[in-house]
């Protein structure tokens, strides 16, 4: 035992731990890390310098008795910040109950001030409790979870977001139909994937099924590659060939669960039988815990044949018991009459999400709550009105008469929306709060909105009186301007008393956008929200008027601070954040949105930065003409058209703006420097980027973090937009240039200098040996 061990990474007092080796050595356990451990009897905080972003943060454990510790004491709490990610937890325990050697806990968290500190604290619950820990794992992924789950059981266009505030804790990850997938077999994220036959439930088990090797599966454009490895949407599980046995069983996987959480439900899809080319073909209904989350699920309308997509749901399991069940089921669907009575499922990821407090854990597992028995009869769902009683069931099952009500009420408006105009909103707060508990999801405003706002989120979305307006831009002082757009002029302003700070933009009278579209724009954007994202906050519409309120950016714009300016220069550093920030939000428009929103307009004037330098996308939705010049997608000459790939572009033009401090266009330079899009690109492919750069930068970029950038805004600007990097991926190679930067300023800490050939360090593996040695591992993650 070496009790100066770990000390590279710890943030407490060292006598506080120790470490062992295992007394009972399990043949079928590996050595590293798990026949060694560390031990804390109190309060012990590991801290691990990393790039900001989001993380997998992996727990291992090896239930035995370590020195003197008996193992049914190693009862203790994880925490990383203000969340909680183990409570309480029994090692012993959890073990014996899932019948498991080993337990390893994964998590995936977002970092935002480059640290990472995991703080064990043994339980004050029980005399002589400890807390112990095998091996821990931070590793740097890219963002593939924000988003907008469909919430099970809810009328179509009622979402969960997923977003940077919320943790989620891996429960199973599936490879359907298919074989493990070790961690160095996924896409450079070390993710294990298991195969599903041990969650089958049913007297039917359904096919399996495998891609013909010809056949070269692609990803859906909106779709990053390494959200899952090609393997998963090589093999799939289907109901099996015959139509009158398909109709009368459910293909269902069961999981054992905590209540009292929502939970995050990822399939993965892609029709790989070669006969499965046409609409209506293979068309499935999809249940989570008896609620229908998806009706007339058809892959072929969804991406075709081939091609690998995801779908997110989401589904709320009432506090009810120790432990419960979540169910997955699909079933044909028969309504639409398709030409194969059949499913089909490729991959599955569960995630339990942190409730309103931060917290994620839950009970320990006991054996009688794990292994009760399944009823194996999934029931069908043959009426609307059945899939209403199961809503309300699941809804406010363990809650209390008075959230009944609600919802039985909430249930009674969704009829009434539906007949009226079907219309897409979000559930109301008072609902929200009951599946939530004391706290809904996102809070905001709760002002009553008018007119056409019947069917917007009045939390979100404030309607403001055109007094109010006059009164908070001292009836439209000219002094009070911010800026000049297509849609009309932008105010400073301030509401409540002077106490918020606001942007009010009014629409110029002669704008070709009516009143029809601009409602029709109100009721999008108030539904987008987004750490890098300006949020609308509220609108007019008396008297004619079109008027958006925005939260108030206090630095401005991002090209006041690049050229023509008395500001002083960005470091490279944060001018690297600033273009991550907007990529992050550019990336959510493309795919975390309901629908597929594009910009239009992407140039640094677009680009916002609040008091804190955080950087937010503005004015998507309202930009109804196209980009600038200077930023225009040459295939829009050839095709007509603009496409998310056109903000791309626009984009790689944006990110040699940031580098070189020089605007798109200057007719004022050579004829061969006019376009800063054609100059960069010409001196980036001959390799002399490096002479065109902003000269206050000379010396101050890592020679990697040019090389990833350059190419990265290279690819960007590819000629067609098919050949163009998704903003995933331009997102995800910005933040390798971030961390190549930060390596060359130290500000990583833990990574290793980068050799010649610039591999980067992004995966922090701790073991725990008797010897007080650490062990790190590196792995290149996928650009």
Same mark, same amino acid.
């Given at each position: ?20 080796? @295992? *007394?009972?050595?399990?043949? $079928? /356990?590996?050595?590293?890390? +798990?026949?060694?451990?560390? =031990? %804390?009897?109190?309060?012990? #905080? ?24 008996? @193992? *049914?004491?190693?009862?203790? $709490? /994880?925490?990383?910040?203000? +969340?909680?990610?183990?409570? =309480? %937890?029994?090692?012993?325990? #959890? ?76 429960v199973v990850r599936l490879n359907v139909g298919g074989s493990k997938i070790s961690p160095v077999a ?22 399996t099924d495998s891609a013909n090797s010809t056949l070269a599966i692609k990803y859906d454009r909106s ?498 937009g098919i050949d163009r990097p998704s903003m995933g991926d331009v997102l995800w190679s910005l933040e ?48």
């Amino acid at each position: 035992m070496e009790s100066n061990f770990g000390s590279k990474y710890a943030a407490s007092e060292l006598n506080t731990s120790e470490s062992y080796e @295992a *007394s009972e050595r399990n043949p $079928s /356990v590996a050595d590293v890390p +798990y026949m060694t451990e560390k =031990n %804390f009897k109190s309060e012990f #905080t590991y801290s691990f310098p990393v790039a900001a972003g989001r993380k997998y943060v992996r727990l291992h454990f090896y239930s035995s008795s370590y020195g003197d510790l008996s @193992a *049914s004491n190693a009862i203790f $709490s /994880v925490s990383p910040g203000g +969340y909680t990610l183990l409570r =309480n %937890f029994s090692v012993s325990q #959890t073990s014996k109950a899932l019948n498991l050697s080993i337990i390893v806990k994964e998590f995936s968290i977002n970092v935002d001030n480059r640290i990472v500190n995991i703080t064990f604290t043994p339980s004050s619950n029980y005399t002589g409790s400890y807390a112990l820990v095998n091996g821990i794992e931070v590793v740097s992924m890219p963002d593939i979870y924000s988003g907008n789950a469909i919430i099970a059981g809810q009328m179509p266009g009622i979402y969960l977001p997923i977003d940077n505030t919320t943790v989620l804790e891996k429960v199973v990850r599936l490879n359907v139909g298919g074989s493990k997938i070790s961690p160095v077999a996924d896409t450079g994220l070390f993710r294990s994937w298991s195969d599903d036959s041990s969650y089958l439930s049913g007297a039917q088990f359904g096919v399996t099924d495998s891609a013909n090797s010809t056949l070269a599966i692609k990803y859906d454009r909106s779709m990053p590659s390494y959200v899952a490895p090609e393997s998963i949407y090589r093999t799939a599980r289907t109901m099996g060939p015959n139509p009158d046995i398909n109709k009368n069983y459910n293909l269902t996987w069961v999981f054992s669960i905590d209540p009292g959480f929502w939970y995050l439900v990822r399939l993965h899809f892609c029709e790989i039988e070669s006969v499965i080319t046409k609409v209506n073909q293979r068309v499935f209904q999809i249940f989570l815990n008896n609620q229908t989350a998806q009706e007339g699920a058809d892959i072929v309308i969804w991406t075709g044949n081939g091609i690998a997509l995801y779908r997110d749901y989401a589904v709320h399991v009432p506090n009810e018991g120790e432990r419960q069940h979540l169910w997955v089921a699909l079933h044909p669907d028969i309504a639409s009459k398709p030409q194969y009575y059949d499913a089909i499922l490729n991959g599955l990821e569960i995630f339990k999400l942190n409730d309103p407090t931060g917290n994620l854990g839950g009970p320990n597992p006991n054996q009688a709550s794990v292994q009760q028995d399944i009823d194996p009869k999934f029931p069908s769902f043959p009426s609307k009105s059945r899939n209403q009683a199961a809503i309300i069931a699941g809804i406010v099952g363990g809650v209390t008469a008075l959230c009944l009500l609600s919802v039985v009420v909430f249930v009674v408006f969704r009829r009434k929306m539906r007949e009226d105009s079907g219309a897409s909103v979000r559930p109301p707060l008072w609902l929200m709060c009951c599946l939530y508990g004391n706290s809904p999801p996102a809070s905001g405003k709760t002002n009553a909105t008018r007119g056409f706002a019947s069917s917007l989120t009045s939390d979100t979305c404030r309607h403001f009186s055109f007094a109010e307006i006059k009164a908070a831009t001292c009836n439209f002082n000219e002094a009070l301007i911010l800026g000049v757009g297509g849609f009309g002029k932008v105010y400073k302003g301030e509401t409540e008393n002077g106490t918020i700070k606001v942007a009010i933009k009014r629409g110029n009278p002669l704008s070709e956008q009516g009143v029809h579209e601009f409602q029709t724009e109100i009721e999008l954007l108030s539904k987008l929200r987004h750490r890098h994202l300006v949020s609308l906050n509220g609108y007019c519409e008396e008297n004619s008027e079109m008027i958006l309120v925005y939260d108030y950016m206090a630095l401005g714009t991002l090209r006041q601070h690049l050229y023509k300016t008395k500001n002083p220069p960005l470091p490279w550093k944060q001018r690297l954040e600033i273009c991550i920030g907007a990529a992050r939000g550019l990336h959510y428009l493309h795919t975390g949105a309901k629908q597929t929103i594009i910009h239009r307009d992407v140039k640094t004037t677009n680009i916002l930065l609040d008091e804190k330098w955080v950087a937010k996308v503005s004015d998507f939705g309202l930009s109804k003409i196209g980009p600038s010049f200077g930023y225009l997608d040459p295939e829009y000459f050839r095709r007509q058209q603009i496409t998310e790939k056109s903000d791309v572009y626009s984009f790689g033009v944006v990110l040699f703006e940031v580098l070189c401090a020089k605007p798109a266009l200057n007719p004022t330079l050579a004829i061969e420097q006019v376009c800063l899009a054609e100059w960069a690109l010409h001196c980036q492919r001959e390799g002399i980027l490096d002479q065109i750069i902003d000269p206050y930068l000379n010396g101050k970029i890592a020679p990697g973090c040019l090389k990833t950038f350059g190419e990265i805004a290279d690819k960007c600007l590819n000629d067609k937009g098919i050949d163009r990097p998704s903003m995933g991926d331009v997102l995800w190679s910005l933040e390798l240039a971030l961390q190549l930067q930060e390596n060359m300023e130290g500000g990583s800490g833990v990574r290793a200098d980068l050799d010649n050939k610039n591999k980067d360090l992004d995966a922090i593996s701790l073991g725990f040996n008797g010897s007080g040695a650490n062990s790190l591992s590196s792995g290149v993650l996928p650009r």
